[in-house]
């Protein structure tokens, strides 16, 4: 499993307020609670309120986190020039968050990502709009990893993103998602599947639930890279749960190890 | 959804040490808690420590839950004659837990439920013991179903436990029941599924995770009687999500009016 931790976003406003005030501790801080809860990654959102300012914004921001814990970055950017910039300051082993099968968007990051050692998150969207259900998502996922391994990325450097959309748009609507999910998992058991599950709760009171209930069925379904605040209580000890009951911690020792540990809150 | 409460277990000893002293309040209280956390039904068992005072032992537990709140009653019994006697008490709607197909007690079970209009529940034991897989357990089912439908239970009067088994036992224990709930829910949209999930976390640290997580997933899969103790903060939380997930909470009405009437812990 690979936690990514989603909070350093500039479309929340504390982020964005460092980021204009270049308030580095406050970043820092923000990035080590992550890291202590058990985030794997820290994801890097610099894209607002400015998106010119997006590259000088990314790299600030992935300097502050390489200093503040030694986790990976996970760059999220749509740009390619600022997602280029990232990935050269991530280092080895960062992840782009994200790649599409919109037309214009996969021509201008799929460069970005094969001259790069990276893991790449694969959203499903794509000039059609978005995935319908779980068949329509397999096979919008064959045509992301078709792309992906032609441009020379393993297929255990591809993570999948179902695209978890809000429970509020619909009822089917976060069911066709974890569908969606293991319908990927049955078809490439190497395969990463991740994706921000806090989506779901869009609208609804009381989030949390929604967004661990999601991430817990998603997971057993087959996701290994949930997108999640591991600062919320539930959410470490649910993650760490929901892959045991997947099938995928055996004599369930990391569950053991990490309650061991302290870190299932 | 409807929520049975576990907690009235005379292999607790807590409960146990109550029923010898016929300590009233403290079942009362025990019964009030789970009623004001959200319960829907009361399970009540009276079959330790002592096995020949069961039908003495039931009917007792019943009159003071029943003076306590005025949830159902889920009579948990093995027991032939406790269960029958328990079910006069309980009344019209009660739950019985459980039948199985082993046929001793399939044939002893039979005409008890037959003859009172009360829920019950199903379990997926046979003669050649355990379920193995979802597969076999949508084979179990479909036998569970034609005895109790060919004794007059209606489909919505059978609720199938799909057998959740510790996850210590085996990394595909939880994930083949949850797949068991799948292929029932997809194969009959009317029935009732609901299990006692807490037994997949026996001999594992910080329990309530993987309680909390089988249920989510099981009730996003298809489950919607869940067999829990709904005092554990997350669970009715996690439980109207997880229905809402399911799409079985159309604009998400229960769990909008759940969070409003503060139930949602």
């Not at 978890?164 to 190497?190: D, M, Y």
């Not at 661990?212 to 591991?230: E, F, N, Q, R």
Request: with cysteine; aromatic share 4%.
């Amino acid at each position: 499993m690979i936690v990514i931790a989603e909070k350093i976003n500039a479309s929340r406003k504390s982020i964005a307020k460092a980021l204009s005030e270049r308030d580095a501790d406050f970043i820092a801080q923000v990035a080590r609670e992550q890291a202590d809860a058990g985030a794997d990654y820290i994801d890097v959102n610099g894209g607002a309120p400015d998106p010119r300012r997006e590259l000088e914004n990314i790299t600030w921001l992935i300097e502050v986190v390489q200093g503040a814990c030694d986790k990976g970055i996970c760059v999220d950017s749509a740009d390619p020039a600022a997602a280029a910039a990232g990935l050269a300051k991530a280092g080895e082993g960062a992840i782009l968050n994200s790649i599409s099968l919109e037309k214009a968007r996969m021509d201008a990051m799929l460069p970005v990502v094969a001259e790069r050692d990276c893991m790449v998150i694969g959203l499903l969207m794509s000039d059609d709009g978005a995935p319908a259900g779980g068949d329509d998502r397999l096979a919008r996922a064959e045509a992301m990893v078709a792309r992906l391994t032609a441009a020379g990325k393993k297929i255990d450097e591809i993570i999948i993103d179902p695209c978890f959309f809000p429970l509020a748009a619909g009822a089917a609507a976060v069911a066709q998602a974890i569908a969606g999910v293991r319908a990927i998992r049955e078809n490439w058991p190497e395969i990463h599947i991740g994706g921000g599950v806090s989506n779901t709760s869009h609208g609804l009171p009381q989030r949390k639930f929604v967004n661990l209930a999601t991430m817990a069925a998603a997971i057993v379904a087959g996701m290994d890279c949930p997108i999640v605040d591991p600062c919320v209580p539930g959410t470490m000890g649910l993650a760490y749960a929901a892959e045991a009951l997947a099938g995928r911690d055996e004599f369930c020792m990391n569950y053991v190890n990490a309650a061991r540990a302290g870190e299932l809150i």
